[in-house]
């Protein structure tokens, strides 16, 4: 239950502000969502710096052990959440820090996304983040009002359980515990118990076993019951998706500088040029996708 | 004489909304900077006229008694919900459950609306100059549904004695709904209610559908 | 009858007639009450009075004080009750004008508030309610912002214990033409109601609704939030985050005027599991007693309002209770009863509206057997005998209000009752799942 906003930069003059416009986006939301908070970044070339790979973090104090095993590890601490870009393959940077830093969650990885999570109320966090300031090409973010999960960072949205992937969620699930059990018994593993998890992971399965982005969406529609309007990212891409009931807001406003979508319209409004977009509702269980 | 103008950048919308709620207010109001905010001018109560530039939240113009709201932009959710009387008029487009429950008055809508668009309407009428989403009219008991465009699914499911009409396509009919005969007096009920809207729309283009009245009594046959 | 005969636990009298039912009409059980079936309940709680360690209070002398303010979170005017036993929603249409009166006479004369219900406020339980709690419901069904004004209070409705999840159902005998124009429906169809709210959905779209019903009433009124019990610890942060001023969580036992049997026997969970969930959420968010809770399903005596309250509710509400005290299932009705395939006792057919004690039906003669006044006499004597028994209770365990009973002072018989009540199995200190 919670508030989404997404910006997809079209016009790259607009990219050194992506961070200043996300944040004011989510401080539309905070009234929705105010136990809890996360943003993912895509392009910032601190955070992400190009040619290397980024892991986001939780749980991590220190990281000399990973940056004794690895040569040019980065730290970036970041309030809750602790970045570390290493010139290593995505995959070469996980296996380290699950060999190093066994206390840490993953929360984000890949070669262009930072995700950043934390609780207590989302001005806070983006404060403590130093949001306005970050910079790239596309954002997410979400509050959260926790409904059956506890309210932890790592239950924070969104989640990014795949290369550069992102999923956001406002809604409820009603049979993502069965979900979970047959994505356990294929050999995915949780972090969490929150239901949007169960999504995210489904998504990043179904992407893992060669489906598109649109096609991964579909699927969930056919799987998933309950009520949902997902935001879904990947390294080049931007997709929203509805339940077939489509209760909990969306909009989406279009222009050719920029595509974004939120929960209300307030979080839009901030937007520069959004008096000239074309706004609309996405329909129920069609998918819409911006590809870079 | 000039409206009474509120800039909502500035001014919170309690404020607004206690100032529209006084016992002697002014006749004509302007609200500027909305900026998405909700239950702006809900709760009215008197014959004021208010007009409102940009785009506004949820349950704007909620439970209308008697003011004439006009919002220049869109509205969000449920707009103009549980209406008694009056009018309000959205010049942009609106989203789900616009007019839902509203007992009376008139709601335009001159762009398009979105999900459950007059559910459990019951006594008002709508008139909507673009399309209408999924579910509209759901449970709808009384009053009218005027619809220049398309329809989405399961228009009217459920239906009680609200009465529908449509211009453009109709993409699937709810349970219960069904087309029903055009004669004279629903061609000057129509004509009547795009005057009241101020749309130029030919009457004899629309079809109109209503209750089957199926659904009345609990049978077995009603079961999904 | 052959002492031999062996009567099957599975399949019982009860259930071979149900299975012959359903097989002869298609069409599933509506009936009204709440669940019958034997339930963890108020009754396997005991309370330990004062003896050496503790001093009792003396009755009828030493003040036990029994008032109760509800709505103090957001509201410019809550509530003020004398005492913490109200009368749960019931709608007129479901019940006669003259019991909805009766109502409102025997509450007020006792000091509380009654609740409108399904199907809008009616100028008799206006006039004769000094506190009137105005239900929004998924149906909306005679919302009218007019009568919004004129309540004390506002409860929306998600859920009633009796069926969490679904929606009201008002069967065409009792959609009379008063009924039938207060909400704006045929004459005579029956009824359906939507199980959802049509412009929200979820505590984040609640939010939003909150501060809607707080704009259009200037802040003045308490809002209530109103939840069957299901998920009860989380409902309840919900509905705080969502900004209520007072909860009210309704245990499966909460009565019914028409519902499916399969729904009011085996969706939700019973009162006394609901009611420690609700008071642990409103704790750990720290606003127990500032948020207030009300919980209903199943009191029927003082003892089980003083229980509640122990548990760490603010208040009670009764429902079928109320209606006993008007008259329903009375012996005087037997025969009638029995003309109509039940028994005094046993009668729960709200939903056909031939009523003999003339309060859940719609039908004239029917309605005027229950005189207003006389009706609300007996409720306001049971009202006040539940207070006192209340008060007897509190003084045994030394409290000079009935609010300073706490989970503390019982302990449980069965091992079932103190792990949903969370406190120790009598003569242990043994809280099931909690302690070792």
């Known amino acids: 239950m919670c508030g989404i906003v997404g910006l997809h930069l079209r016009e790259p003059t607009l990219h050194p502000r992506l961070g200043e416009l996300l944040a004011a986006m989510l401080g539309q939301l905070a009234e929705r969502g105010p136990d809890s908070a996360g943003v993912a970044v895509y392009g910032d070339p601190v955070l992400t710096p190009p040619g290397r790979s980024t892991v986001s973090l939780l749980h991590v104090s220190d990281t000399t052990p990973l940056s004794e095993h690895l040569p040019d590890v980065k730290t970036i601490p970041l309030g809750q959440t602790t970045l570390v870009h290493a010139p290593v393959t995505t995959d070469t940077l996980l296996t380290a820090v699950t060999a190093t830093l066994p206390g840490a969650t993953v929360i984000g990885s890949g070669t262009g996304v930072a995700v950043m999570k934390g609780t207590g109320h989302p001005a806070d966090l983006t404060r403590s983040l130093g949001l306005a300031g970050m910079t790239g090409w596309q954002g997410v973010g979400h509050t959260r009002m926790a409904t059956e999960s506890a309210v932890t960072p790592e239950g924070a949205h969104p989640f990014s359980v795949g290369p550069d992937q992102c999923l956001v969620h406002n809604g409820s699930f009603a049979n993502h515990a069965t979900i979970r059990r047959e994505l356990r018994a294929d050999g995915v593993v949780f972090d969490s118990e929150n239901d949007s998890e169960v999504g995210a992971r489904f998504v990043t399965h179904q992407l893992a076993r060669g489906a598109d982005l649109e096609k991964a969406l579909r699927l969930l529609c056919e799987r998933f019951d309950g009520f949902y309007t997902l935001l879904v990212s990947t390294a080049d891409s931007f997709a929203v998706v509805r339940d077939a009931i489509a209760c909990k807001p969306a909009l989406i406003a279009e222009t050719p500088q920029w595509v974004a979508m939120a929960s209300e319209y307030r979080a839009l409004a901030v937007l520069p040029g959004v008096d000239a977009a074309r706004i609309f509702e996405p329909e129920p269980e069609e998918v819409y996708v911006w590809t870079r | ?224 | 009858m052959n002492e031999g005969l062996r009567e099957s636990a599975t399949f019982d009298r009860a259930t071979i007639h149900a299975i012959q039912r359903a097989a002869a009409t298609g069409v599933y059980d509506i009936r009204g009450w709440g669940a019958k079936r034997r339930l963890p309940h108020f009754d396997d709680l005991l309370f330990l009075g004062a003896s050496m360690s503790r001093y009792p209070l003396e009755g009828y002398r030493e003040r036990c004080d029994t008032d109760v303010v509800l709505g103090t979170r957001h509201a410019r005017h809550p509530l003020h009750l004398d005492i913490p036993v109200t009368i749960a929603g019931m709608s007129f249409g479901a019940l006669s004008a003259n019991a909805k009166e009766a109502l409102g006479r025997g509450a007020t004369a006792a000091g509380t508030s009654t609740t409108t219900g399904d199907g809008g406020m009616t100028p008799e339980e206006r006039g004769q309610s000094r506190h009137l709690v105005y239900q929004y419901l998924p149906s909306r069904y005679g919302m009218n912002p007019d009568d919004l004004r004129k309540a004390d209070a506002i409860e929306i409705v998600l859920g009633q214990g009796a069926k969490p999840g679904g929606g009201g159902m008002l069967l065409g005998q009792k959609v009379t033409d008063r009924v039938a124009g207060m909400r704006t429906l045929p004459v005579g169809v029956d009824q359906r109601s939507a199980c959802r709210h049509p412009d929200w959905t979820g505590p984040d779209d609640l939010t939003i609704k909150i501060v809607e019903l707080r704009e259009i009433t200037d802040w003045e009124k308490p809002i209530y939030v109103k939840v069957g019990a299901t998920r009860t610890y989380y409902d309840v942060k919900l509905a705080v985050h969502a900004g209520a001023d007072v909860v009210v969580v309704d245990g499966m036992q909460g009565g019914t005027a028409a519902t499916q049997e399969v729904f009011i026997e085996h969706v939700g969970i019973p009162t006394l599991a609901a009611l420690p969930q609700a008071v642990q959420a409103l704790q750990e968010l720290g606003v127990h007693r500032k948020v207030q809770l009300i919980v209903s399903g199943g009191i029927r005596t003082g003892a089980d309002v003083a229980k509640a309250i122990a548990l760490g509710a603010d208040a009670v509400a009764i429902g079928t209770a109320a209606l006993i005290a008007l008259g329903d299932n009375h012996p005087r009705y037997d025969a009638e009863y029995r003309a109509l395939g039940s028994a005094a006792g046993f009668f729960d057919d709200f939903q056909d509206g031939r009523d003999p004690a003339g309060i859940t039906t719609q039908d004239d003669e029917l309605a005027d057997r229950l005189d207003p006044e006389e009706g609300g006499r007996r409720l306001a004597n049971y009202l006040r005998v539940l207070t006192m028994e209340a008060q007897t209770i509190a003084r045994a365990c030394g409290k000079a209000h009935l609010h300073h009973l706490e989970p503390e002072d019982l302990v449980a018989l069965t091992i079932e009752s103190a792990a949903m009540a969370r406190v120790p199995l009598a003569g242990t200190d043994w809280i099931p799942g909690r302690t070792r």
């Open chain 2, 1 to 224: 004489m000039d409206p009474m103008t509120v800039d909502l950048a500035a001014t919170p919308v309690r404020d607004l909304n206690q100032a529209l709620h006084a016992p002697e207010p002014e006749q004509r109001w302007r609200v500027r900077n909305p900026r998405g905010a909700h239950a702006i001018a809900c709760g009215l109560t008197r014959p004021l006229s208010v007009e409102i530039d940009g785009h506004v939240g949820y349950y704007c113009a909620g439970m209308n008694q008697h003011a004439a709201v006009t919002v220049n932009g869109n509205a969000g959710v449920g707009v103009a919900e549980n209406m008694m009387s009056g009018t309000v008029r959205i010049r942009g487009n609106t989203s789900q459950s616009a007019g839902a429950t509203a007992h009376g008055g008139l709601l335009v809508i001159e762009g398009d609306a979105a999900a459950r668009c007059g559910i459990s309407m019951k006594g008002v009428d709508i008139v909507v100059g673009g399309d209408v989403g999924h579910m509209s009219a759901f449970m709808g008991q009384a009053g009218r549904l005027v619809v220049c465009g398309d329809a989405g699914d399961a228009l009217g499911d459920s239906l009680y004695e609200a009465r529908l009409y449509v211009k453009g396509a109709v993409k699937s009919l709810g349970a219960d709904c069904v087309e029903k005969p055009m004669r004279d007096e629903h061609l000057t009920e129509l004509a009547g209610l795009l005057k009241a809207a101020e749309f130029d729309e030919d009457p004899a283009a629309f079809r109109r559908y209503g209750s089957a009245r199926r659904l009345y009594h609990f049978k077995i046959d009603n079961a999904y």
